[in-house]
């Protein structure tokens, strides 16, 4: 008998990391091995949450920020997040700071980090054609077997039922950070106060560690960021202020579905 396959997609929900990570594998393969790949990545996704999670007592993160551990002590992926983390903070003029609200908090580049290793591990696998969204943070790899590319709806930050832009991608990543669905979480670390000038900041890049860690800096910019956006090599952002008005860079402008 032959084995089952599928033909447009394979999809999955996994609740982790305090949202939800949502797969879609578009290679044609057995039904089997696609659920396998996808109970792999969900396993490293998990692992990441009970290490570098805030809101556990007993994750490395937490027991780094009280002092129970020294770096040395720790993972080395957990090294190699502390590492990342100074290099973006240098990147970003300090508006990317894990330690800006007085705690050690590296969410900011964790969820990126995760999901492109996620990313990673099913293309190695076999399913190199796959998106997989981790609550607005988006990675898209190879084809997704329709004209025009990708495609991925962003969220309107006052109408959360309702999308204010859809962008067109052949692969890549797409990352967003808002106001709409935390509050004020980000802080602006040159003032030391939640960063409340904008809405939510939209930025694609070629990879979703770097491209979600710009978006939060610019998000903490406020003001500054359009000017920053619009200079940032490989890389394209979409802006809206809280008083609802938006701008994107001309790049941005290019993948934009009419």
Do not use: N
């Not at 999955?12 to 790949?37: I, K, N, Y």
Request: negative net charge; hydrophobic residues 40%.
């Amino acid at each position: 008998m032959a084995s089952e396959r599928t033909v447009a997609s394979h999809r999955h929900a996994e609740p982790v990391m305090g949202t939800v990570v949502s797969f879609d594998l578009r290679s044609s393969g057995p039904v089997a091995s696609a659920s396998s790949a996808i109970a792999q990545a969900c396993r490293w996704l998990h692992w990441v949450d009970d290490t570098f999670s805030t809101y556990k007592a007993d994750s490395e993160i937490s027991r780094l920020d009280r002092g129970e551990l020294s770096v040395d002590d720790c993972h080395p992926e957990v090294q190699e997040i502390l590492s990342l983390c100074g290099t973006l903070r240098t990147a970003t003029d300090g508006y990317f700071d894990a330690w800006a609200g007085g705690h050690l908090d590296p969410s900011g580049v964790v969820k990126g980090w995760s999901i492109e290793r996620a990313s990673a591990l099913l293309s190695e696998l076999g399913w190199p054609d796959h998106c997989i969204d981790g609550g607005g943070d988006v990675r898209l790899s190879g084809s997704a077997g329709e004209e025009g590319g990708w495609r991925v709806a962003i969220t309107h930050p006052f109408q959360l039922d309702a999308f204010c832009a859809v962008v067109a991608l052949p692969q890549g990543a797409v990352a967003t950070s808002g106001t709409y669905r935390r509050g004020r979480h980000v802080i602006d670390p040159h003032r030391s106060r939640a960063a409340t000038a904008l809405a939510a900041v939209t930025v694609i890049g070629p990879e979703l560690v770097v491209t979600d860690a710009y978006a939060t800096a610019a998000l903490a910019m406020g003001g500054d960021a359009a000017g920053w956006l619009e200079d940032l090599p490989d890389h394209e952002g979409f802006v809206i202020d809280t008083a609802g008005r938006g701008w994107h860079t001309p790049g941005f402008g290019q993948h934009l579905l009419t």
